[in-house]
């Protein structure tokens, strides 16, 4: 029988390592077993990690206006009631109603439809619903355009919105399912005039 010292073993090569290691678990081997798991811990620890990719440009900046529309729906949740359960309970009656949560699990804005099938470049936003009504904020940017030609869009019900547009008028690419289930929206290029919008028509949505 081999006499496995710790040279014999450092000196054996990585598939050779694990070949031993298989066998000395299948012998159960205790000793031998133990020292191949240094070995292997060795030089795994040793191996220089693969570096992750950078973000692209685009990528960047949905991510960071994602952060920053996260931040916007964390001040209105502190300032509204928009749980989940209130919206259920000020919906009861309302046929097939679910309630929208504000943020993605991960607590970044929402992934849009419209950017999940590809129609545009980027589509983040969040929503809330109560009822037959939704108030929507998000950022949107139109297939192969760059990062600066970006809008803020605020999608609701025509009376919780001030001189508020159709929603084709805002968004003309759009076909009717991408559409947001409200009647009117409004355009920015700025996210504070947009969040100040967003925040209206919560108030009226929530009163």
């Known amino acids: 029988m081999v006499d496995w010292t710790d040279d014999r073993i450092t000196a054996l090569s990585d598939q050779d390592l694990k070949n031993l290691l298989t066998n000395a678990e299948r012998k159960s081997v205790a000793d031998i077993v133990a ?7 060795k030089r795994n620890a040793a191996k220089p990690r693969k570096a992750s990719k950078p973000r692209s440009e685009l990528k960047e900046f949905e991510h960071d206006v994602s952060a920053q529309l996260a931040e916007i729906g964390k001040e209105v949740a502190g300032k509204y009631d928009l749980s989940e359960e209130t ?3 000020k919906s009861e009656g309302v046929k097939g ?32 619903r109560r009822g037959d009504s939704t108030a ?19 999608i609701a019900p ?3 919105l001030e001189d508020g547009k159709p929603v084709a008028d ?6 009717e399912k991408q559409k947001q289930p409200a009647d009117s929206g409004l355009a920015f290029k700025d996210l504070p005039s947009a969040a100040a919008a967003f925040d209206r028509a919560l108030a009226k949505l929530t009163a």
């Open 87 to 89: 919206a259920k309970a």
């Open 170 to 175: 805002i968004r003309p690419s759009a076909t």
């Open 97 to 128: 109603f679910k309630a929208h949560r504000l943020l993605d699990s991960k607590g970044y804005a929402k992934l849009g439809g419209m950017q999940r099938d590809g129609s545009v470049a980027i589509e983040r936003y969040i929503s809330y």
């Open 158 to 160: 025509k009376a919780f």
């Open 35 to 41: 020292k191949c798991q240094t070995e292997l811990e």
């Open 136 to 154: 929507y904020l998000g950022v949107f940017l139109p297939k192969d355009a760059p990062a600066e030609d970006h809008e803020f869009h605020v």
